[in-house]
């Protein structure tokens, strides 16, 4: 993986090409974003650099034998710590090659496409105190090649209590010449103590223009469907790839959208519940987008409310209900309507009851919208 090969992000590009050259690398490091903004990705880049034998200007060469091997991910100074099913495998080590396989059909995925790849029966994975002896054990060995030793944790925040503070101490007394990549999708998560010893490092959503042109040259759109995924994904790669592989349209997504909210505007529990068994009867993709789709709505209207219209990015056709529904969108619901829809889609990547689901949405929205 090549600091090319991460989409965006090209402030802390800058920064960590600048670590390295000033020779002043911080020894732990926390990539602090969702997964689709590509924090995984650009701590594979870091790492590639900091091991290559023949570095460029700016960025690694690639072609080297330790380029090579860690683009094959068998660096023997480059180690990996993930979550994982403790009754498959209790420590990293005995998944590398799901984790291997992942990485190399896409660096972007997010827990649950992780979930999928290792257990068909979809349990919770975590990092147990039995990774943190692994990885005592590991970063206490010298170096094979006399540099860097790296490990990259990804998802840091599934650590359990007792192997968070095993790290911890390994985090304040760490071996020479040792790096910590933890990346992070949810770094709040983490004890106090672990993040107050990483450099934090923000990833920022993708950028509106290099989200357009990477869709354009992936998909093989056209510029206006690259502009209406970009505005709907809001920097996100894993959900614009999402939204384009999808069936939907966004006139289907606009009217689903549009029907739940006045069915639950007027508490007309038939149409709601009428609206709850149309959606319960759609593909599990589908309804995922519906759900992702309905926070950006929301998210716009909020912006609208608060900020003005010119920093509204949606159709014209949604712009024309925005400007009749962001009225009853204020800072005394939108908290509650965020935490349910991200909840539900949530609850959705765990095989709950559509409709069950799809209903509570329906009278949660109701109870919002005459709050």
Known sequence: MRFEDVIGQSDLKKKLLKEVKNQKISHAQMFHGDPGFGGLPLALAFAQYILCEDKQENDSCSKCPTCRQVQELQHPDLHFSFPTIQSISKISNGLLSDWRSQIQASAYFSYFDWIKKIDPKEGKPI????ESEEIHKKL???????????LIMWLPETMNMECANKILKILEEPPKKT???LVAANGDALLDTIRSRCQLLQLQRIEKQVMEDHLKKAFNIDQETCQSITSFSEGNLLRAYEIAQSSDDDEELKD???DMMRSSYKKNVIEMMNWSDSMAKRGKARQKIFLTYTLHM???????NYMGERLVHVS??????????APFISGTNIREFMSA?????YQLERNANSKILFTLLCFQSM???HK
Request: proline fraction near 0%; hydrophobic fraction near 50%.
């Open 367 to 369: 109870r919002f919208l």
């Open 127 to 130: 990092i147990s105190v039995h």
């Open 316 to 325: 014209k056709e949604e712009a024309a209900f925005i400007d009749r529904f």
């Open 179 to 181: 790096l910590f990549l």
């Open 298 to 304: 929301l998210r716009q209207c909020i912006v609208k």
């Open 256 to 258: 689903a959208f549009i």
């Open 140 to 150: 206490r060995l010298k170096s094979y090649q006399g540099g860097y030793k790296i």
């Open 341 to 345: 829809f991200d909840e539900a889609y």
